[in-house]
């Protein structure tokens, strides 16, 4: 089926910028919406970031302003852009693709770390 890898993490200082990228093995073009998350020790996951197949998108609001979201369909990768980042980003980030009739997939993750 669809396999999603991220990449992009790392360490970064507070107000630097990082670029994840979600590749894909079927087709981004083809889901529904395509999604980042966002997971730190000890919370809950939290929504950070959609994109639909019309190319809507919205964010949670701890990162608007700062985090675009974006697509590449040739490539079949989506990708989240982010600036401004502040400690409190720090967690690991997957990225989800949702299709029609329910299938849904994730990816295993990229550990973002913002010092301060």
């Known amino acids: 089926q669809v396999h999603l890898v991220e990449s992009g993490g790392g360490l970064v200082q507070a107000g630097g910028s990082l670029r994840l990228s979600c590749a894909a093995s079927g087709s981004i073009g083809g889901a529904n919406a395509t999604s980042w998350h966002r997971q730190a020790p000890g919370r809950q996951r939290e929504f950070v970031a959609v994109?639909?197949?019309?190319?809507?998108?919205n964010y949670a609001d701890s990162v608007k302003g700062r985090f675009t979201i974006s697509r590449d369909n040739a490539k079949n990768t989506v990708y989240l852009q982010m600036n401004s980042l502040k400690p409190e980003d720090t967690a690991v980030y997957y990225c989800?693709?949702?299709?029609?009739?329910?299938?849904?997939?994730w990816g295993q993750g990229t550990q973002v770390t913002v010092s301060s």
């Open positions: 994109i639909t197949t019309a190319g809507r998108m």
């Open positions: 989800n693709a949702a299709y029609a009739r329910g299938l849904n997939y």
